[in-house]
């Protein structure tokens, strides 16, 4: 399942196809969203904004569109009036002039007034984006220790979208290896320079993953961060050594999925 920075990713191409350009045809598969087509159709998409694994789409008339794209739902851009051949249902077509963006399959759509959509139950529920570069490390640590999370095991705890939003299975493989904890471990019981090593983790490793598109090379990501690629240290790599102290990367269930650590340095 895609986590935080594909779903940015996504977005990124979205952003580039549409926003700022007059909305030609506008058409939802739904009922209850019929109205709005002729509503938004001559207005502008102004901007496109990730909230953990779902989308808000900022029309210039103060109409915000949110969707989730759950376990199936995809976006495409396409030429205008073109439809991909594909299995899946269409929900949405936005289409300007040169570009078209389709979301198939999605069932959880919702549009209204900005602060009205602000108020939707899974935006109230979700805490901080991860990708949200103004989210610091210490308002990280600071929500470590908050008292709704700082008893939790950090194996649930980096899966739960009320926490951060936008983390995942890979990424939370990927924080506690590179925070050198034990996914049984809780903020309670950590001292604060593992508190430090946590709080770090968990924006640097989704940030490197984004920006340079998760890559496996290790020369150079598609983005073209030289020295600087996202590459798994653990994640499917189990009976690898582990490049930090050379004992084998395993592989468990944790919270139902798969999860990959090091029983070596990861105490």
Known sequence: MPEGPEIRRAADKLVEAVVGKPLTTVWFAFPQ???????????????????GKALLTHFSNGLTMYSHNQLYGVWKVVAPGETPDTKRDLRVRLETDDRAILLFSAS???????????????????????????LTEAQVKERLLSPAFRRRQFGGLLLDQRFLAGLGN??????????????EHKAADLDDDALERLASALLAVPRLSYATRGTMDE?????????????????????????????????????????????????
């Open 170 to 183: 890979y990424l939370r493989s990927e924080i506690l290896w590179q925070a050198a904890l034990a996914p």
């Open 33 to 51: 969203l019929k109205h709005y087509q002729d509503v938004l159709t001559g207005c502008r998409i102004d901007a496109m904004e990730t909230r």
């Open 108 to 134: 959880d759509i919702t549009l209204g007034p900005r602060e009205e959509i602000a108020q939707h139950p899974f935006l109230q529920r979700v805490g901080p984006d991860v990708l949200d570069m103004t």
């Open 219 to 267: 020369e150079e990501g598609d983005s073209g961060h030289h020295g600087a690629t996202f590459q798994f240290r653990v994640f499917h790599r189990a009976g690898e050594p582990c490049e930090r102290c050379g004992q084998m990367v395993v592989r468990t269930m944790l919270s139902s999925r798969p999860f990959y650590w090091c029983p070596g340095c990861q105490r």
